[in-house]
């Protein structure tokens, strides 16, 4: 059985950090569904620590079903950093996240706290934890290449990216039109891969990353579940409302998994079940994403879900810390 969070706070190197010292940076990481949220709410507890979000969908205002955005109740009263910070029209950009989680992180620490950043956005996590520099942007290749992407959907483009650069063609959605037209503007900017725009693992700042290890029928199971969940706590009613709010013209929210599904459906492309269907599919295959992504980080300690989880982590913080 996992300590009570005052006693697992008073193990020796897993403490909050004094007013004069900084505390171990910790990051949560791993697939849709395999229980971060809730381990670094955990954690949190235990060391006396604020939450960052690094999902990128979680930081739109309003999407809160579809995101699995925990409720206010299930935070225990941890103060949580970078939830709701833009409008659903608001097309998301990492570099301002950098520099948003930058601030939020270095506020908790100033306060004595530890920071405990989570989020399946691998790039984000990235970004959090200092390990990104953005190359530069050209308005006119980039409005050309969207122009494209209107046209004729992501398909072509993300053929072309297979064919310029293969290492960020499988880091990247081939649905994910955002992202492909941003690898083929900076390979077309910079004459470069996009990859090679990418950090090793030996920047940023040091971090403790502890990855929740899921079995692949039981994280199945689990992305299904979920869905349902969704669709049973009114998800299509959110999405209604969010298509009210502009929803649509969103580049990024609009294409996040479920929400992308159930506009077509409001559309008349997709029954209810259909949409239901699709993302259940959609999200298991970005969960493969995700954890392609963690994997290739040596950084990363994975532990495996189950009893005793917390425990874990806060032994794996401990001998990090000390070490």
């Known amino acids: 059985m996992s300590p009570s969070y005052p006693e697992a706070a008073r193990r020796?190197?897993?403490r909050g950090a004094g007013p004069d010292e900084s505390g171990p940076l910790i990051a949560v990481v791993g697939a849709t569904a395999a229980g971060k949220s809730d381990l670094a709410v955990q954690l949190a507890l235990a060391l006396d620590g604020e939450v960052v979000?690094?999902?990128s969908m979680q930081?739109?205002?309003g999407m809160d079903v579809g995101t699995a955005k925990l409720t206010p109740p299930e935070r225990k009263g941890v103060p949580h950093h970078l939830l709701d910070v833009w409008e659903v029209t608001r097309t998301a950009s990492v570099a301002e996240y950098q520099d948003l989680a930058g601030a939020a992180i270095a506020d908790i620490e100033r306060r004595g706290k530890v920071a405990v950043v989570t989020g399946g956005s691998g790039l984000y996590i990235r970004a959090a934890l200092g390990d990104l520099e953005f190359p530069g942007t050209d308005q006119q290749i980039r409005d050309r290449l969207e122009a494209e992407l209107g046209a004729d959907g992501p398909g072509p483009l993300y053929a072309r990216l297979q064919a310029a650069d293969p290492a960020a063609a499988a880091a990247i959605l081939p649905g994910n039109g955002r992202r492909i037209v941003r690898a083929l503007e900076v390979i077309e900017?910079?004459?470069r891969p996009f990859s090679a725009t990418l950090p090793g693992y030996d920047g940023g700042r040091p971090a403790i990353?502890?990855?929740v290890q899921v079995e692949r029928p039981e994280l199945d199971r689990r992305i299904e579940a979920r869905v349902d969940r969704m669709w049973?706590?009114?998800f299509a009613a959110e999405v209604r409302d969010l298509a009210a709010r502009g929803l649509r013209d969103g580049r990024t929210a609009s294409r996040a998994l479920g929400y992308q599904q159930l506009l077509r459906c409001l559309d008349g492309e997709l029954t209810s079940d259909q949409a239901r269907e699709e993302t259940v599919r959609a999200t298991r295959r970005f969960a493969r994403r995700q954890e392609s992504w963690f994997r290739r980080d040596p950084r990363v300690q994975w532990l495996a879900a189950g009893e005793g989880l917390l425990d874990r982590a806060l032994s794996a913080v401990a001998?990090?810390?000390?070490?």
Do not use: F, H, M
């Open 12 to 14: 020796p190197g897993v």
């Open 189 to 191: 900017l910079s004459g």
């Open 209 to 211: 990353q502890l990855g």
């Open 53 to 55: 979000n690094a999902d």
């Open 232 to 234: 049973a706590a009114g």
């Open 59 to 61: 930081l739109y205002r």
């Open 319 to 323: 001998a990090r810390t000390r070490a």
